[in-house]
């Protein structure tokens, strides 16, 4: 699976060549939007004579179409030309809150006795030295939106000190509460 930023346009074309999908990010990350998604598939349905060629295709010829696309008017009319050589398309939206915006990166970071990670929906570390009870901070299921942000930017801001040979899980867990007042869910992932 490979992902590139087109523009606006987040765009997903899967290995298996069964596929590529068009995100419109437009709004994302915004509360009260939407962003249209657009699925270009070769569906289970279609004759295998007809199928190879499209598989084909959707592997080697769509992708350089798929690279000139920049707006989402340009990955309308990219659909309606795959669904004339025979394509299925699905059309569907998601709330754009949902979506993470073009310029977020997950960030990963740590030291030899602590690794952390953070994305857009989720949060965590763990001790890379106590490998008897595997010490475990997670983010919970019902953490806000913007308990992710908050967190996020603040290791975005201090990866260095957070990385420092001197962190331990237990001292980066006590600077993001302080700094972010995040709680997460701590426990031992021995089993």
């Excluded at 975005?156 to 995040?182: Q, Y």
Aim: proline residues 3%; aromatic residues 10%.
């Amino acid at each position: 699976m490979t992902t590139t930023i087109q523009g606006t346009l987040r765009v997903t074309h899967f290995s298996g060549g069964h596929q590529v999908t068009i995100l419109n990010c437009e709004h994302a990350g915004k509360r009260g939007k939407i962003c249209e998604r657009i699925s270009v598939s070769v569906g289970p349905t279609m004759d295998w004579s007809n199928r190879a060629q499209l598989i084909c295709d959707l592997l080697y010829n769509l992708p350089i179409q798929v690279k000139s696309l920049k707006c989402w008017a340009d990955a309308l009319a990219f659909a309606e030309h795959a669904k004339s050589l025979g394509y299925e398309i699905y059309n569907w939206e998601e709330k754009a809150i949902r979506v993470a915006p073009l310029d977020f990166e997950k960030i990963i970071l740590g030291n030899d006795k602590f690794g952390a990670s953070c994305d857009y929906e989720s949060f965590g570390a763990s001790c890379r030295v106590d490998r008897n009870n595997e010490p475990t901070w997670i983010s919970t299921s019902n953490q806000k939106k913007s308990d992710f942000k908050k967190v996020y930017d603040f290791m975005k801001k201090n990866k260095e000190m957070l990385s420092a040979p001197d962190i331990t899980l237990s001292k980066f867990m006590s600077l993001v509460k302080e700094h972010t007042g995040v709680y997460g869910h701590y426990y031992c992932a021995m089993d």
